[in-house]
């Protein structure tokens, strides 16, 4: 088992529309999640994170994360096709330390 | 933000030669420094933590005599390729974390170096 799980994609939405982004993870003592988004041959910038169970919303971004399942997801609400990247779900925390462990990413295509 | 400078973001080299790759902190103190290695369309693989003033910690699989890291300042790590090979083309991207609770402190993330080695 994959210890950060994402599915690849491509996840293609059209501009407005809500896109859901999932990530599984499978150390139970993991303690920060993180989203990022990657563009084509550049390095991944940092969407956001979380650390409790529940929700965050920061802008058009909500990161939803559920210890008890081991599943943290991002949604993106009102999709543009700037948002179009691979988005990285990432964990540290528990077995991994103050190690970063990432998920292969999810390609997201928004069409206009 | 926190800003992490890496430079040079691309270089090409010839085979048996050696090169090294600067990442800076610019505006805060990291003493701790992450060394990541990309391939295309495939995730981002940890290489080694870099510790301020003391030996880097390498993952499993990572040649330390292959990949050098030194973190001699709270702002400055390298890594060195040394003898790459065409199979030592990759993007190496450096982060760092300005918290001292890492579980807590987000990654920010240098712009990374395209290594192509002929």
């Known amino acids: 088992q994959k210890e950060v799980e994402q599915n690849s994609g491509p996840l293609s939405v059209p501009e407005g529309a809500i896109a859901s982004l999932n990530c599984t993870y499978s150390d139970r003592g993991s303690q920060s999640f993180f989203w990022y988004r990657q563009y084509s041959g550049k390095s991944p910038e940092l969407i956001m994170f979380i650390y409790s169970n529940g929700d965050k919303e920061d802008g058009r971004f909500t990161a939803q994360l559920n210890k008890a399942s081991q599943y943290v997801s991002l949604l993106i609400r009102d999709s543009q096709p700037s948002d179009s990247a691979t988005y990285l779900c990432?964990?540290?925390?528990?077995?991994?330390?103050?190690?970063?462990?990432f998920g292969a990413g999810t390609i997201l295509r928004v069409k206009s | 933000g926190a800003v992490v400078s890496q430079h040079p973001s691309r270089v090409i080299c010839k085979s048996g030669t050696s090169v090294k790759i600067e990442c800076r902190s610019l505006d805060f103190q990291a003493t701790t420094m992450f060394w990541y290695r990309q391939f295309p369309k495939k995730s981002l693989m940890l290489m080694a933590t870099?510790?301020?003033?003391?030996?880097?910690?390498?993952e499993q699989g990572v040649e330390k005599d292959k990949f050098l890291i030194n973190h001699a300042s709270l702002t400055l790590s390298t890594l060195t390729v040394t003898s790459a090979h065409p199979e030592d083309s990759s993007f190496y991207i450096c982060s760092a974390s300005r918290g001292r609770e890492p579980y807590n402190s987000p990654l920010h993330f240098g712009n990374g170096t395209r290594l192509t080695v002929t």
């Open positions: 870099s510790n301020e003033g003391s030996k880097a910690t390498y």
């Open positions: 990432a964990v540290n925390g528990g077995e991994y330390g103050n190690k970063l462990v």
